[in-house]
């Protein structure tokens, strides 16, 4: 209909006002058409720092920072239903970062930086059909680096010169997939999907802080799954496998560190009623490469959590947490470098260094809505 449209009216008309809006209302007639934008502000005030340490005393200061970064973005997005079986939605989001970073420690890494990315999207969907739609989705995006990296000029640790790196680092997605209901109420949901980097973030214990690597990409595959059954029990499955690799690196030297590659989870929920909940879920996070050789991984982390839920009223909610329900010795994440300890070799031994997950932990929390 656009092209019958274009073709039957001057290219020059349609573009002036009153009859652009009069040519866009009869090509949208019979058709769905929502308009979103939207407005971020986030502020964070950090205070960050490494130190050496003896028996958990102080000794000196690598480095000591005061760290305030904004992020302020803007979002539009279109969708349009075309026809009963296809939809698009076409989005732009524009963000603008700043940081001030100030230096307890060395005068020369303070200093402020900022930085500014436009972030175009697209999805197409198809369907549905017997129950089931399919969609394409395509877009850029970003992360954000360390602010402290942004105007850091000297190494804190070795005082040698090093090159700031760039606020945000560009990103490419695309993802293909599906959505079906072959269940009474219990939806299915697959996706394969790509993502690519322009750099990477590694963590470097000496200077507290992370470093940009090169460029990567992942391809993955996720499912997950719903099933009612019965009236008051739900079981929700998801899981997810990724092929994360350095782009520009021979296939023996290009494992991303500690990218994780595997992820599911199960959760069991039980709602006898409106007022009380109570659900049951076991998480795995899968091992990680801690070398670029893939020849050192971390350990998987599986664990339990319990909840139990009450809605007395419409505006309170209690909820009781037990985390970690079988107090299983795990690591939330780890790393692979070089340090050194009192009697070993000075120039230190290469190990694991990990960060020990929470025991077994209750939680009471209470919400209020008003």
């Known amino acids: 209909r656009a092209s019958d449209q274009f073709a039957q009216t001057d290219h020059r008309t349609v573009l002036g006002g009153k009859a652009y809006r009069t040519w866009l209302s009869e090509l949208c007639e019979g058709q769905s058409l929502q308009n979103t934008l939207g407005l971020q502000v986030r502020q964070d005030r950090i205070r960050v720092g490494l130190y050496d340490t003896v028996a958990r005393q102080i000794q000196a200061t690598v480095r000591d920072d005061d760290v305030l970064q904004t992020q302020l973005g803007v979002y539009g997005e279109n969708e349009v239903g075309w ?23 060395q005068a020369q890494n ?101 470093v940009p690597t090169r ?11 719903r099933w009612l059954a019965s009236r008051h029990w739900t079981l929700d499955v ?27 989870r199960v959760n069991l929920q039980w709602r006898p009623n409106a007022v009380w909940l109570g659900a049951l879920e076991w998480r795995s996070v899968g091992s990680a490469p801690l070398t670029t050789d893939n020849s050192v991984r971390s350990a998987a982390n599986r ?33 692979f470098y070089t340090s050194r300890l009192p009697g070993e070799p000075v120039a230190g031994v290469a190990d694991v260094h990990l960060h020990p997950a929470l025991p077994r932990t209750w939680r009471l929390t209470a919400r209020l809505d008003y």
């Open 83 to 105: 026809n009963p079986w296809l939809r698009t939605v076409a989005a732009l989001r524009a963000d603008q970062f700043h940081a001030a970073v100030s230096s307890h420690v």
């Open 110 to 210: 303070s200093g402020t930086t900022s930085a500014f990315k436009l972030s175009p999207k697209l999805s197409l969907i198809l369907g549905p059909w017997a129950k089931t739609e399919f969609f394409f989705n395509a877009g850029q995006g970003f992360h954000s680096n360390d602010a402290r990296g942004t105007t850091t000029r000297v190494d804190p640790r070795s005082g040698e010169p090093v090159m700031p790196v760039p606020a945000l680092v560009g990103s490419r997605g695309q993802e293909v997939g599906l959505k079906a209901l072959w269940w009474d109420q219990s939806p299915t949901t697959l996706t394969l999907w790509r993502l690519n980097f322009d750099s990477e973030l590694v963590y470097a214990g000496d200077a507290g802080g992370t």
């Open 215 to 225: 460029p990567s990409q992942r391809v993955g595959l996720e499912w997950s799954q």
């Open 238 to 264: 998801h899981a997810a496998w990724s092929r994360p690799r350095y782009a520009d690196a021979p296939a023996k030297d290009s494992a991303v560190v500690s990218a994780v590659q595997q992820v599911g």
């Open 303 to 335: 664990t339990v959590n319990l909840r139990v839920q009450q809605r007395s009223t419409p505006d309170l909610t209690l909820s009781f947490d037990v985390l970690n329900l079988t107090n299983r010795q795990a690591s939330e994440i780890a790393y």
